[in-house]
T-cell receptor, first 115, second 115 residues
Framework: AQTVTQSQPEMSVQEAETVTLSCTYDTSENNYYLFWYKQPPSRQMILVIRQEAYKQQNATENRFSVNFQKAAKSFSLKISDSQLGDTAMYFCAFMKQRRADKLIFGTGTRLQVFP | DGGITQSPKYLFRKEGQNVTLSCEQNLNHDAMYWYRQDPGQGLRLIYYSQIVNDFQKGDIAEGYSVSREKKESFPLTVTSAQKNPTAFYLC??????????????FGEGSRLTVL
């Protein structure tokens, strides 16, 4: 069975600084997807970034980038130039290829951005 | 705007009562999901539906029931058989269950409190 571990329950960062959220996972699958979802205090969860396991290049979306280490089964999220609007709960998630019914979420990291 | 609408946002229930949470989407997605979110436990899948008149149990289906009579609607009933119903419930949708993007679109959630 797949598992997703987020070992940092809470983190904080000052505005304009960079922060990295950690995620590790365990799987015997070779083809899979990894995600970071953001849940702001308004509660609507949105997709931040997505990584296909077969791609060696790390995904980036504006200020958000990942460090995907397939052999180490590590998938960290880096937020550059942090903004107050980045304050949210961040969930790492694993999905077997083409199986959204098998999406496994980590326990989340609460990020607070301070002015 | 396209999206997912959940109602009510807050709900209180006495022990022994059934309660139904509403979820409506106008994204024309085939697949819909119900998750339960508890502090420190991430999201756990309750039920999902691939298509109208079809639904499947997730990891924690006991004490819950669903229906999918229309593509747009996927209501969740929390029955009196659910031993610990107080939680935050999230509805989500995706283009299909077996979609290569794996992206879920979420509603804002419903918080159920059993008194």
């Amino acid at each position: 069975a797949q598992t997703v571990t987020q070992s940092q329950p809470e983190m904080s960062v000052q505005e304009a600084e960079t922060v990295t959220l950690s995620c590790t996972y365990d799987t015997s699958e070779n083809n899979y997807y990894l995600f970071w979802y953001k849940q702001p205090p308004s509660r609507q969860m949105i997709l931040v970034i997505r990584q296909e396991a077969y791609k060696q290049q790390n995904a980036t979306e504006n200020r958000f980038s990942v460090n995907f280490q397939k052999a180490a089964k590590s998938f960290s999220l880096k937020i550059s130039d942090s903004q107050l609007g980045d304050t949210a709960m961040y969930f790492c998630a694993f999905m077997k290829q083409r199986r959204a019914d098998k999406l496994i979420f980590g326990t989340g990291t609460r990020l607070q951005v301070f002015p | 705007d396209g999206g997912i609408t959940q109602s009510p946002k807050y709900l209180f229930r006495k022990e022994g009562q059934n309660v139904t949470l509403s979820c409506e989407q106008n994204l024309n997605h085939d697949a819909m999901y119900w998750y339960r979110q508890d502090p420190g436990q991430g999201l756990r899948l309750i039920y999902y539906s691939q298509i109208v008149n079809d639904f499947q149990k997730g990891d924690i289906a006991e004490g819950y029931s669903v229906s999918r009579e229309k593509k747009e609607s996927f209501p969740l009933t929390v029955t009196s058989a659910q031993k610990n119903p107080t939680a935050f419930y999230l509805c989500a949708s995706s283009i299909r269950v077996r979609d290569e993007t794996g992206e879920l679109f979420f509603g804002e959630g419903s918080r159920l409190t059993v008194l």
